[in-house]
């Protein structure tokens, strides 16, 4: 089992790390890593080890050896789970998280956490409301971040299980982290 988790790891990370440094105009991710850098200058990887909220988040990216690309230059908006929602994960899940067979698992759930651009917390209101409250950002993966405001809310993701924007979002030099209440759910 394990050559096989390895062999579908490596181009899991491949194409984790391809679609991060291939996705988004260049110009525009200049624009918006220098916007961001204006907030900040510790990198997305560094900034995710500073919020006590997400020190799951940090220990499963650093235990699978995935900080690599949120050190890079390209911009990035991620809504990372805290630490509850790992915690509320079924019996075993997050210990395979934390191991290295857990690793692909961690990618997958990157893969869907990330959008291109840094989306600071102002802009994200401002477009919620010129859309009429729901708004799709380019996400890493094959599909897109769809975020709602419902209530007085933002909620990221489609479903009523989607996850809630909490009040914690933290600009970096190459990106915005926000923390959300849950897992972003699949569109599938």
């Known amino acids: 089992m394990r050559?096989?988790?390895?062999?579908?790891?490596v181009p899991l990370l491949g194409a984790l790390s391809l679609m991060?440094?291939?996705c988004g105009d260049p110009d525009e991710a200049g624009e918006t890593a220098q916007a961001a850098a204006r907030a900040g200058d510790s990198t997305l990887g560094a900034m995710i080890g500073t919020i006590d909220e997400l020190s799951i988040a940090s220990e499963v990216?650093?235990?699978?050896?995935?900080?690599d690309p949120f050190e890079g230059a390209g911009a990035y908006t991620i809504f990372l789970p805290r630490n509850e929602a790992f915690e509320e994960l079924p019996e075993g899940e997050l210990e395979?998280?934390?191991s290295e067979e857990g690793r692909d698992g961690v990618i997958a759930i990157l893969t869907t956490h990330i959008a291109v651009g840094a989306i600071a917390r102002e802009d994200l209101e401002t477009a919620l409301e010129v859309n009429g409250g729901s708004l799709?950002?380019?996400g890493v993966a094959e599909q897109p971040?769809?975020?709602?405001?419902v209530?007085?809310?933002i909620?990221?993701?489609a479903g009523d299980d989607a996850p809630h924007l909490t009040n914690i979002s933290k600009a970096a030099s190459n990106g915005v982290v926000y923390v959300i209440d849950g897992f972003i759910p699949s569109q599938d």
């Not at 050559?3 to 790891?9: A, F, G």
């Not at 971040?145 to 405001?149: A, M, S």
Request: charged letters at 25%; aromatic letters at 0%.
């Open 145 to 149: 971040i769809l975020l709602r405001k």
């Open 3 to 9: 050559t096989t988790m390895r062999s579908t790891i």
């Open 20 to 22: 991060l440094a291939g």
């Open 136 to 138: 799709e950002l380019e």
């Open 61 to 67: 990216i650093g235990n699978a050896e995935l900080e």
């Open 155 to 157: 909620l990221v993701g």
């Open 151 to 153: 209530g007085g809310e």
């Open 96 to 98: 395979l998280l934390r």
